[in-house]
């Protein structure tokens, strides 16, 4: 591995002499563009090559001199020049011209020798470090404008130094984001149900499959090897919705993934608070001990985020970094896995948000703060997802306000995304690519809906607007335990084995037959172990012995 970078650093290198040598400028950087491996581009008078490939997510500000892991530095722009410190030339940049090439946010302190100064415009990622009135500091997680020193359980730790206790005057800059991002004030209203995804009689809409070069394929995500090829996952409540309570030591180990419901956003707080309140039915240091317990034997603890009732605002950056800061202290203090979006309020698309370039604060924040908490937490840390129906394949109909609402977010994340089992229940019929409506609760249903994630889809029926499929291991889907656990949806054991079958086997196959076996699916999921356990888990035991066949 360390060979392969070698070699591509010098041809990254040789890449940006030849295209100085040639007097040619490459093309300026831009947010929103999806730039392959050895791509050239001009920022900020230099030139960068790209590392490896990725997308520039907009909102980010992923630029090419705030993150090293994705852009090297390979020279200066001949469409820019840089500014020198002074007329008589010297064998090597002085701090002063380096300070001088590109302008910053002013800070009163004197930049370290060889540690860049904090620039409160520029995006920071976990490991990066920067020198601030003397001292030296080390971005924990993602980061911007966050002042460092400022608050010990920010996201900067101190390296060496003494952190001043004065606060220096930031000068804005031209390049500088503003501080806050529009807020969308009205989603526009559908005013009639779209037919093609909630009526049987409706005219089939007939798509064409999304071409493999549509979009690259998601990159594998480090640390999934940690899972068995196949899981089960379950919520766990610690609230008693008619189904009980039980202690987290007592799930059974064929759930191998848990999520812990609900983390929700605290109405009473600044926006973007997260907060997660143990029922007081349980006894907090119980429930620390039993998630390391359950971690000891190999089953992954994360929190879900959301919920039915669970809504959390973040509509501005100031609500994105609250959120970074108090789920990322909820992780930290239990340990958890990773994190589970389960939300189910609060998100609607406009007429502008690209799936690939939203533009709503509400879907580019989540990103955004998702991104951070797991370069905050690492490799390790996984991100999984449980959208309604309406908010993912109902993209297929119709696009626009909740119908395909979460798809900006999964290919936002589609690189980090572990794992995404749409709830296939508390829904109606839906079209499929086939055509035809199919009915939840049903075989085929199961069958159509998980394999459209898996070949992809056209939004709206237009073929110009494919979203892309996930990798099988990303995928899976979700249903309630038992008949109460749910407004409908319930299919039982034989029959969703049937539906394994015919996804992962081509066998047992009803009216909807994939076009091809896809044995990787990741798993199945379940509303709720508190459901499962009124009938002796039969749903986890079942299906956990099924993938084992």
């Given at each position: 591995m360390a060979q392969s970078r070698s070699n591509l650093t010098r041809l990254a290198t040789?890449?940006?002499?030849?295209?100085?040598a040639a007097g040619v400028h490459a093309a300026a950087w831009q947010e929103g563009t999806t730039y392959q491996a050895n791509t050239v581009v001009d920022y900020n008078g230099k030139t960068y090559t790209a590392l490896v490939t990725h997308t520039a997510y907009v909102g980010a500000n992923w630029n090419p001199a705030a993150t090293?892991?994705?852009?090297?530095?390979?020279?200066?722009?001949?469409?820019?020049?840089?500014?020198t410190a002074?007329?008589?030339?010297?064998?090597?940049?002085?701090?002063?011209?380096?300070?001088?090439a590109t302008p910053t946010s002013a800070v009163t302190a004197t930049p370290i020798s060889g540690v860049p100064?904090?620039?409160?415009?520029?995006?920071?990622?976990?490991?990066?470090?920067i020198s601030y009135n003397g001292a030296i500091y080390e971005a924990k997680w993602w980061t911007q404008g966050n002042v460092p020193g400022a608050d010990q359980w920010g996201p900067w730790a101190l390296v060496s130094g003494t952190p001043a206790t004065a606060t220096p005057t930031i000068a804005p800059t031209a390049t500088q984001k503003p501080t806050a991002t529009p807020v969308v004030t009205a989603t526009p209203v559908v005013t009639a149900t779209p037919t093609a995804v909630v009526t049987p009689s409706a005219t089939p809409v007939v798509t064409a499959t999304p071409t493999a070069s549509a979009t690259p394929s998601p990159t594998?995500?480090?640390?999934?090897?940690?899972?068995?090829?196949?899981?089960v996952v379950g919520y766990w409540h610690n609230f008693d919705n008619g189904s009980g309570?039980?202690?987290?030591?007592?799930?059974?180990?064929?759930y191998n993934i848990i999520n812990v419901s609900f983390a929700e956003g605290d109405q009473t707080a600044a926006k973007g608070t997260a907060a997660f309140v143990l029922d007081k039915l349980f006894n907090e240091a119980e429930f620390m001990?039993?998630?390391?317990?359950?971690?000891?034997?190999?089953?992954?603890?994360?929190?879900?985020?959301?919920?039915?009732?669970?809504?959390?605002?973040?509509?501005?950056?100031?609500?994105?970094?609250?959120?970074?800061?108090t789920m990322g202290d909820i992780i930290a203090k239990y340990g958890f896995d990773g994190i589970d979006l389960d939300m189910e309020n609060n998100l609607s698309i406009t007429a502008n948000d690209d799936f690939r370039n939203p533009v709503t604060p509400q879907i580019v924040n989540i990103i955004a703060g998702t991104k951070a908490l797991k370069a905050r937490f690492g490799d390790k840390f996984m991100v999984t997802m449980a959208p309604e129906v309406n908010y993912v394949q109902g993209g297929l109909g119709f696009y626009g306000g909740t119908w395909g609402g979460y798809l900006p977010i999964i290919y936002g994340l589609r690189n980090e995304l572990t794992m995404l089992h749409v709830q296939h229940y508390n829904t109606g019929s839906i079209g499929a690519t086939d055509g035809k409506q199919y009915s939840q609760g049903t075989m085929d249903f199961q069958v159509a809906m998980t394999d459209m994630l898996l070949t992809g889809f056209n939004l709206g029926g237009d073929v110009n607007k494919p979203f892309p499929a996930l990798r099988p291991d990303q995928v899976g889907?979700?249903?309630?335990?038992?008949?109460?656990?749910?407004?409908?949806?319930?299919?039982?054991?034989?029959?969703?084995?049937?539906?394994?079958?015919?996804?992962?086997?081509?066998?047992?196959?009803?009216?909807?037959?994939?076009?091809?076996?896809?044995?990787?699916?990741?798993?199945?999921?379940?509303?709720?172990?508190?459901?499962?356990?009124?009938?002796?888990?039969?749903?986890a035991k079942s299906h956990s012995a099924y993938f084992k066949k």
């Open positions: 040789l890449l940006g002499g030849l295209l100085l090293p892991t994705l852009w090297k530095e390979t020279g200066t722009s001949s469409a820019t020049p840089i500014p002074s007329a008589t030339p010297t064998s090597a940049p002085t701090a002063t011209a380096a300070a001088t100064a904090w620039n409160s415009a520029t995006v920071y990622n976990g490991g990066q470090r594998p995500v480090q640390g999934t090897d940690l899972l068995p090829k196949h899981v309570v039980i202690r987290l030591k007592d799930v059974p180990a064929e001990a039993d998630i390391k317990l359950k971690q000891s034997q190999g089953v992954k603890v994360q929190i879900s985020l959301g919920g039915a009732n669970g809504v959390i605002v973040l509509d501005s950056p100031a609500a994105r970094d609250q959120f970074i800061k889907f979700g249903l309630p335990a038992t008949t109460s656990a749910a407004g409908g949806g319930y299919l039982s054991v034989a029959e969703t084995q049937k539906a394994l079958d015919c996804l992962m086997k081509l066998q047992n196959c009803g009216t909807y037959k994939p076009a091809k076996a896809q044995p990787d699916l990741r798993g199945i999921m379940t509303w709720s172990i508190n459901w499962d356990s009124k009938q002796a888990y039969q749903f």
